[in-house]
């Protein structure tokens, strides 16, 4: 065999005794063989080394033996690396230092309003919220092995380029930009696949290898596994559920079409439509310039009817998407979470009735939606997911411990 090919194959076993330990948790090596195939002299071989290198470590059973000593059992070492994630919003930018198995060690969330910033300028702001956030984690930038970017938008991960995105015009350029302030790997990525990601790995997603994910905040995006895989698309710019004409010349989307899902889904449009009926309205006394989507909420779960229609179609809209995609993948669970879950069932209500309405029942019967509570690092947990997701294919060579 050459070497080449040698060393490929040693490189997808590693990956996958690392991702079964990941998966299960704790297991011995001859568990390790069994799910992985691979000879239990190569479990050895490979396990050492990574026990040497103190990506994972050993810790006895916690079973009682019915005989002989107890197994020794692997796991992963959460001190192995560090990743750094950043997600970049319209109004803030948030970021999460993660260890190896994904727990946050610490976050930040920044206001800035990023179009109204030139690329270099957010750069340095993006520097300076990962530096301090490292060193809020009791880190330095030698312990980081990667950083991850989360932005929404058409972008190409494979080249590290955003081709388009919301948040300015033309191409941007923020990746390479970050990579030389920070020195360390840098990686973009789609928000909703950075979340899609990170719910496979260590949430919602883990363990399934149908789902699909949906986001709602200032947007609506989708990411989407297939056979355990993330899906992309042809060019890698697919799964924009956002921008799926639902209702032909109706409401005004960002991307220039109109009647998509995130014209009537999403924080931002919902937020418009909401001034343009409070601004009909006689003896207002609102500032409608510093009305936020946290005040339209709280105002129609107050029981304000013209809000809570908004809210209702914008639910229906999102629903009869969904139901779509459920009867295009048939996947076993779709995951709706961001900011947008604030919103509760002034959404999720009309949300679910809709899925209902355009599903047969054995359709829906296979796929259950989960909504999931939402937090403000969730994005830049995301974001850190997708570099953890790189580190584990070849760990051996890019891990950095801390010291």
């Not at 997808?12 to 090596?29: A, D, K, P, Y």
């Not at 260890?99 to 309003?113: A, N, Y």
């Not at 999931?372 to 995301?382: I, L, P």
Request: with cysteine.
């Amino acid at each position: 065999m050459k070497a080449a090919n040698r060393d490929f194959t040693r490189a997808m076993n590693q990956f996958n005794i690392l991702n079964t330990i990941r998966e299960v948790g704790r297991i011995s090596r001859v568990e390790i063989a069994e799910k992985t195939g691979q000879s239990r002299a190569s479990v050895t071989n490979i396990t050492a080394a990574m026990i040497r290198e103190g990506i994972i470590r050993e810790e006895p059973c916690r079973c009682t033996p019915s005989r002989g000593r107890k197994r020794i059992m692997l796991v992963l070492n959460p001190e192995a690396a560090y990743v750094v994630g950043v997600k970049i919003s319209a109004f803030q930018v948030s970021f999460a230092v993660v260890d190896f198995i994904g727990d946050v060690k610490s976050s930040l969330v920044m206001p800035i309003r990023v179009s109204e910033r030139d690329e270099e300028t957010v750069a340095d702001f993006i520097e300076d919220g990962v530096r301090h956030c490292v060193e809020d984690a009791r880190l330095s930038m030698e312990d980081i092995s990667g950083c991850g970017i989360g932005v929404s938008g058409f972008v190409d991960s494979a080249a590290g380029k955003c081709l388009w995105t919301p948040l300015k015009d033309g191409t941007s350029h923020i990746r390479s930009m970050v990579a030389r302030r920070l020195g360390v790997d840098t990686y973009i990525e789609n928000d909703a696949n950075s979340v899609t990601v990170a719910s496979q790995w260590f949430g919602q997603g883990k363990g399934i290898d149908n789902f699909l994910v949906v986001t709602v905040e200032h947007g609506v995006g989708m990411g989407i596994v297939v056979d355990g895989k993330l899906y992309r698309g042809a060019t890698g710019i697919g799964a924009e559920f956002g921008h799926v004409v639902l209702v032909p010349d109706g409401e005004p989307c960002r991307c220039g079409k109109r009647g998509c899902v995130e014209a009537y889904a999403c924080d931002g449009n919902i937020l418009r439509r909401a001034r343009g009926v409070l601004s009909r309205r006689r003896g207002g006394k609102l500032d409608l310039d510093r009305l936020t989507i946290e005040d339209v909420t709280r105002m129609a779960k107050d029981g304000d009817a013209g809000l809570r229609r908004i809210f209702r179609e914008g639910g229906t809209i999102l629903g009869q998407g969904i139901a779509g995609l459920i009867q295009i993948f048939n996947p076993e669970r779709v995951i709706v979470t961001g900011e947008g879950v604030r919103a509760g069932d002034l959404v999720f209500g009309p949300m679910r009735r809709a899925v209902k309405k355009y599903l047969n029942k054995e359709q829906a019967a296979v796929t259950r939606i989960v909504v999931q509570e939402w937090n403000d690092f969730d994005w830049a947990r995301g974001a850190a997911g997708f570099v953890l997701s790189e580190l584990y294919k070849s760990p051996l060579d890019r891990t950095r411990l801390a010291k």
